[in-house]
């Protein structure tokens, strides 16, 4: 985009149930633009790094580029050639008043590994390994954590309504890494935090008591946190998708076609129609 159009963009007044408003402050963090702004200002580094970095030829040093918003990061052959993309990209930010964060910046191995929009890419034995990250697993806990103990005196079933959106959410995200370990390791936990939950609504009760309360038994698995309308979600009961790589050169408005069998074969996965 031109300079001066994008200027007036972004000083442009809005308009707010039919009233012009002066716009008298910035893009907030997290706000719903920023992301869209963090691509307009990124968008010439990859072109940059490929008129820099040729991926075809006898010297190629095998850099790539992958961005999400403003989070990227860039694949290179050796330690040298990454510090030396570093430079690139820190001269790319300055001219635009930006700079990199030293403490979210790293040069790694892949076989160190390293995090990435909450997950963590790390190569074992030759192969690449994909998984929840640590960070985003403590994050998840400390939310079930919390909204356990939240609902001290809250019924067994508002409890389940409560938990339920957190589950769905953070397992619908991880369902296309290797996330099946994790994913039992936090039925587990949550068990262990829902266990000390209904013991301090019952301390006189015996165990016996207290699991037939809150648990149900099915064909297939003993303790089901349940009742009679409503069941928690297993996260080991979530199935594994692997991405299926899409086609960039494609385009939503030219090649709906693409887009509409892509879609029917996401959906027949995962016991859908259309």
């Known amino acids: 985009m031109e ?20 716009t008298k402050a910035g893009t907030p963090q997290g706000g719903i633009i920023s992301p869209l702004l963090a691509n307009m200002t990124l968008d010439g580094i990859e072109k940059l790094l490929m008129a820099k970095y040729p991926k075809t030829g006898k010297h190629s040093k095998k850099v790539n580029f992958i961005r999400y918003a403003d989070d990227f990061i860039v694949t290179a052959n050796s330690e040298e050639t990454a510090r030396e993309i570093r430079g690139v990209i820190t001269a790319f930010l300055n001219e635009r008043g930006l700079e990199l964060s030293d403490d979210k910046t790293l040069i790694t191995n892949i076989n160190e590994g390293f995090d990435f929009l909450g997950w963590n890419l790390r190569k074992h034995k030759g192969k690449l390994l994909i998984k929840p990250s640590k960070k985003s697993i403590k994050g998840f ?32 995200y991880h369902n296309s890494v290797v996330s099946s370990d994790i994913f039992q390791t936090l039925d587990h936990r949550i068990w262990e935090l829902l266990w000390k939950w209904a013991k301090r609504r019952h301390p006189d009760k015996p165990k016996d008591w207290i699991v037939n309360k ?46 509409n069998e892509r879609q029917n074969k996401l959906c027949c996965r995962k016991g859908y129609s259309i």
């Not at 300079?3 to 007044?13: M, N």
């Not at 919390?146 to 397992?171: D, F, H, Y």
């Not at 309308?229 to 030219?254: A, D, G, W």
């Open 3 to 22: 300079k001066p159009i994008l200027t007036q963009f972004l000083k442009a007044d809005f308009i707010y149930k039919r009233h012009l408003n002066p």
């Open 141 to 172: 806990t400390e939310t079930i954590s919390q909204t356990i103990t939240a609902g001290a005196a809250w019924s067994q079933e508002v409890l389940i309504a409560k938990l339920n959106p957190i589950i769905r959410s953070w397992t619908n």
């Open 214 to 259: 809150y648990w149900k038994r099915s064909t297939s698995r003993r303790w089901n946190f349940r009742t009679e309308v409503n069941e928690l979600v297993l996260l080991s009961k979530t199935r594994i998708y692997r991405h299926i790589p899409l086609k960039l050169q494609m385009n939503p408005f030219l090649n709906m076609d693409y887009f």
